[in-house]
């Protein structure tokens, strides 16, 4: 049963412009998500986060959306860069789990 | 800064193998996980720990074990290694005192069993 789900395995955008990644969870105990970054041969990276209690984070060119009631987020970045390519991926917990439940990844390709 | 490393980046192991995997951070966290990464299914929790000589099973235990003797080392085991533990296997500690749910990871260890 996957509680995290990230429905696109792949994203292309161009340079420039904006890329959204979204994420959908069934698990309504979940009040904190997080996206992490992953480059090839490397480990993931935390990028972002946003508690349940707030509907939209900003971090630079980074910003978390939350639609509690759809249980969806989505990650915008603006402007896309080449080193944005890479793959990204959504994180969920309930509070106190001390765990986090992973969406399955969506790789994206920003294109110059 | 956190940093979390693992004991190989690339590691080839022959089927019926005993296979240790060594993760060490240098935190102080209490938390520590053993994750595979596979393509399609995303990161997938193996075993955690909260404490030493504490360990839960994750989403996947089955094959695994793991032993936390020190707080900073967690030591992922196959205990027989098979052709469908070939995997990305990640791990990752967080800090538990400060309730904090972000999660650093190590590099990764490529795990082929042939």
């Known amino acids: 049963d996957q509680q995290v789900k990230q429905n696109s395995p792949s994203l292309s955008v161009q340079e420039g412009r904006i890329s959204i990644l979204n994420c959908d969870y069934t698990n309504s105990m979940f009040d904190y998500f997080l996206w992490y970054k992953k480059y090839p041969a490397e480990g993931p990276t935390f990028l972002i986060s946003i508690s349940s209690i707030k509907d939209k984070n900003e971090d630079g060119r980074f910003t978390v959306f939350l639609n509690k009631s759809a249980k969806h987020l989505s990650l915008h970045i603006v402007p896309s860069q080449p080193g944005d390519s890479a793959v990204y991926f959504c994180?969920?917990?309930?509070?106190?789990?001390?765990?986090?439940?992973f969406g399955q990844g969506t790789r994206l390709t920003i294109n110059p | 800064d956190v940093k979390v490393t693992q004991s190989s980046r690339y590691l080839v192991k022959r089927t019926g193998e005993k296979v240790f995997l060594e993760c060490v951070q240098d935190m102080d966290h209490e938390n520590m996980f053993w994750y595979r990464q596979d393509p399609g299914l995303g990161l997938r929790l193996i075993y955690f720990?909260?404490?030493?000589?504490?360990?839960e099973k994750g989403d996947i235990p089955e094959g695994y074990s793991v032993s936390r003797e020190k707080k900073e080392r967690f030591s992922l085991i196959l205990e027989s290694a098979s052709t469908n533990q070939t995997s990305m296997y990640l791990c990752?500690?967080?800090?538990?005192?400060?309730?904090?749910?972000?999660?650093?990871f190590g590099p990764g260890t490529r795990l082929t069993v042939t």
């Open positions: 994180a969920a917990s309930a509070w106190g789990a001390q765990k986090l439940v």
């Open positions: 990752a500690s967080s800090d538990r005192a400060r309730n904090s749910y972000e999660q650093y």
């Open positions: 720990s909260y404490d030493v000589k504490m360990k």
